[in-house]
């Protein structure tokens, strides 16, 4: 007998000994109403019955574990609780009196680059009773919810759960990827592919000419003790080999050595083996990490997703057929301290596609570069330099922006917590720190470990002061991505099917996320279509955190063959 749903009703699905899931539907209370068991061939027609008729929210434990194993039967989720992702957020909360108590039995471990095999997810200690597990951690974390009168920290798991699904489908959609273009490129920038572990030509031929100027035939330059060795025989006087500091030197050696190191990295972060590695079938499948930060920006397990190199985004390309919607946010975190704080003077400056130009013309400094400088200096607690010589000027003209991110560095300085615009919350400095804090406010204390405590709490207050920006953008981020996944499931399924791309090989679908800016795949007739749901989920995503408050989020989005910027 099949539990009874209906929309807005609690489903929670959980692995069970013997091959075997178990079906809970829960009532208003989260008391048990039915319960079903299921083989996994069972669960897939089921579930996708039941996704076609009432659209439940699925209790799971986790995305990661479950969720593949529906793609690759082509069943796909609408909505869930993901107790793994939202236990984080509740155990770490400072927006409630009581939060969660921790459990190691719900501390998310990280991912390798493979996907759990069956029996790893069905497998369980004979001494527990999964189901159980799931239903009390489930109840607890409803109860932490329900002291909180706005509803923040609901949208925030439920935000927090869809971008768990979105993860793994972004991951077996895969991001298009032409193999033959990312060779062409490496070859063109590399010279001429290496042979059984050697470098690719222009770097040897780099490397030789670092080698002459210095005198030395045999310098190993990935080593840093003897890169440097050899630079400071010859006068270079530096103590890292830092991009940034080799800058600042005027030697013959600067020039070719800042390509030789330029050329290492693309060719061991995304050379040959990487593409080897990570590109199969004309896709590229990292492993996302969901609020693998802790201001709850994404991070990634494997193949580099966080860090795609401009110069390597003409090889991402789409099907024949089919084309890319690419978008991005201009300056999303100052737009968020500017909602957060509700100042409209900084509002007024995110008006239109370019914040700084905004500032400029506020009278809050002279040109854009400046603005840029004082408005970074805010947000990341610049003292020195051009930031810190401007972010006084925007005190006087953006006072509410400023006053809340002076808050938040005043509270990290003094060990306190802050929080995101939904709830989420920073954590405490280590118990290392409040030591050294504590020795340094005693009257015999050394001069030396109070300077040194001094410099440790502006560092924690830096690391404050941008965590409730970074974090709410991150929110921000989320609800976009999971309003364009609702608007996509409801697009008609294409004529042209793109196999490699599983269980979405006829609908327009996510395909790629860093931090503020979406890739969609998507057939060419829909095109625009897509567009427009990327817009209007970026509206509703503003909407849905600040209500009407005034500030602009506008996107730069562009239907192409290729994400080349």
């Not at 079903?36 to 996708?48: F, G, Q, R, S």
């Not at 995101?420 to 030591?435: F, I, K």
Request: with cysteine; proline share 6%; aromatic share 6%.
């Amino acid at each position: 007998m099949s539990p009874r749903t209906s929309p807005g009703r609690r489903i929670a699905l959980v692995a069970v000994d013997g091959g075997r899931f178990t079906a809970v539907e829960l009532d208003e209370a989260d008391e048990e109403r039915s319960r079903l068991t299921l083989t996994p061939a069972e669960l897939l027609t089921w579930v996708a019955d039941l996704e076609k008729t009432d659209s439940p929210r699925w209790v799971i434990r986790s995305a990661r574990d479950l969720y593949p194993l529906l793609l690759d039967g082509g069943v796909r989720l609408g909505r869930t609780h993901d107790l793994l992702l939202c236990h984080a957020i509740l155990r770490d909360t400072d927006a409630v009196a009581r939060p969660l108590p921790p459990s190691a039995t719900w501390i998310r471990q990280d991912p390798t680059d493979a996907a759990p095999a069956l029996f790893d997810v069905l497998g369980h200690d004979d001494e527990h009773d999964p189901v159980a597990e799931v239903l009390e951690q489930f109840r607890a974390q409803r109860r932490v919810i329900a002291q909180e009168r706005d509803g923040r920290l609901s949208l925030l798991c439920a935000a927090e759960s869809a971008g768990g699904l979105i993860a793994e489908e972004m991951r077996a959609a895969g991001l298009p990827w032409d193999e033959g273009v990312h060779d062409a490129i490496l070859t063109e920038t590399l010279g001429t592919r290496p042979v059984a572990g050697g470098l690719p030509s222009r770097m040897v031929e780099l490397g030789d000419r670092v080698r002459a100027i210095l005198s030395d035939s045999t310098l190993h330059l990935d080593s840093q003790p003897k890169l440097l060795r050899a630079l400071h025989r010859v006068g270079v006087q530096v103590e890292s080999t830092s991009r940034w500091e080799l800058a600042s030197q005027s030697h013959a050696v600067v020039e070719p050595l800042l390509a030789y190191k330029k050329l290492s990295r693309l060719l061991s972060a995304n050379g040959w083996a990487w593409l080897a590695e990570w590109v199969h079938d004309r896709r590229f499948r990292p492993v996302y990490i969901p609020g693998g930060v802790v201001t709850g920006r994404w991070a990634s397990a494997g193949g580099g997703a966080l860090q795609l190199p401009r110069s390597l985004r003409p090889a991402v390309r789409a099907d024949p057929g089919w084309t890319l919607v690419v978008a991005d946010v201009a300056q999303l975190e100052p737009r968020m301290l500017a909602a957060m704080a509700g100042d409209k003077a900084m509002a007024r400056a995110a008006q239109g596609s370019d914040l700084y130009e905004g500032v400029v013309a506020s009278g809050a400094v002279g040109t854009r570069e400046e603005a840029k400088y004082a408005v970074l200096g805010a947000m990341y607690g610049a003292t020195t330099g051009d930031s810190g010589r401007l972010v006084p000027r925007l005190r006087k003209v953006y006072p509410r922006a400023m006053a809340l991110v002076d808050k938040a560095a005043r509270t990290g300085e003094d060990g306190g917590v802050v929080s995101t615009w939904l709830g989420r919350s920073s954590p405490r400095p280590s118990a290392e720190w409040a030591d050294l804090q504590s020795r340094a406010t005693g009257a015999d204390a050394d001069p030396a470990e109070v300077a040194l405590a001094r410099r440790r709490a502006r560092d924690w207050g830096r690391f404050t002061r941008n965590f409730i920006v970074q974090g709410t953008a991150a929110e921000w981020s989320l609800i976009w991505l999971a309003e364009i996944r609702h608007r996509l499931q409801r697009a008609p399924e294409s004529e042209v099917p793109v196999a490699a791309s599983g269980p979405f090989a006829r609908q327009p679908h996510l395909a790629f996320f860093l931090h503020d800016e979406v890739i969609l795949h998507v057939p060419e007739e829909q095109a625009e279509a897509a567009a427009d749901a990327v817009r209007v989920a970026a509206a509703v995503a503003t909407r849905r955190l600040f209500g009407d408050f005034p500030i602009d989020v506008p996107l730069d989005l562009r239907i192409a063959e290729s994400a080349e910027k």
